[in-house]
């Protein structure tokens, strides 16, 4: 189930990338130091180059920190859109349903399969239409 994750930690729907920011210098052979802005003062500004991707000025590509609410423990709470698809997975001795959901600044393409009945609890107003598909 998702729900609060901490920014920077790894996760399938952590925000991948940000707003572009200028690297300040170059920290060994793998490293950069980046001029973060005044709401990521608590990160630690040193990013190895994996975590870095060149900008390309496409507006598109870039989501930013206001749109993200990251809150002062540098944590922010993934936002539910809409329920995708359905399925039920037949075990051996029940049945458990799972939805697709699409989140918030997310493409359709990383949207997740979570339990259906954890979501009703977490965000019943998903289902409150009656048109979870089938």
Same mark, same amino acid.
Do not use: C
């Given at each position: ?5 901490r920014f920077g930690n790894?996760?399938? %729907?952590? *925000?991948? /990338? ?5 690297? #300040? ?6 490293? /950069?130091?980046? @001029? %973060?802005s005044q709401e990521l $003062?608590?990160? &630690? *500004?040193?990013? &190895? ?5 060149? /900008?390309? !000025?496409?507006? #598109?590509?870039?989501? *930013?920190?206001e749109d993200i609410g990251?809150? !002062?423990?540098?944590?922010? +709470? ?6 995708? !698809?359905?399925?039920?997975?037949? %075990? ?11 989140? =918030?600044?997310?493409?359709? +393409?990383?949207?997740?399969? +979570?339990? +259906? @009945? !954890?979501?009703?609890? =977490? /965000?019943? &107003?998903?289902? @409150? #239409? $009656? @048109?979870?598909?089938?």
């Amino acid at each position: 189930m998702k729900g609060v994750m901490r920014f920077g930690n790894k996760g399938k %729907l952590s *925000p991948q /990338y940000i707003v572009p920011y200028k690297i #300040s210098k170059r920290i060994g052979n793998v490293a /950069y130091e980046l @001029e %973060l802005s005044q709401e990521l $003062g608590a990160v &630690h *500004p040193v990013f &190895h180059i994996s975590m870095l991707k060149k /900008y390309m !000025d496409n507006p #598109s590509l870039i989501i *930013p920190t206001e749109d993200i609410g990251i809150n !002062d423990s540098l944590s922010y +709470e993934e936002i539910p859109v809409q329920i995708l !698809d359905r399925q039920v997975r037949k %075990l051996r001795i029940k049945e458990v349903t799972s939805v697709k959901v699409l989140w =918030r600044n997310q493409f359709v +393409e990383v949207a997740t399969w +979570e339990a +259906e @009945e !954890d979501m009703k609890k =977490r /965000y019943p &107003h998903l289902f @409150e #239409s $009656g @048109e979870v598909p089938n």
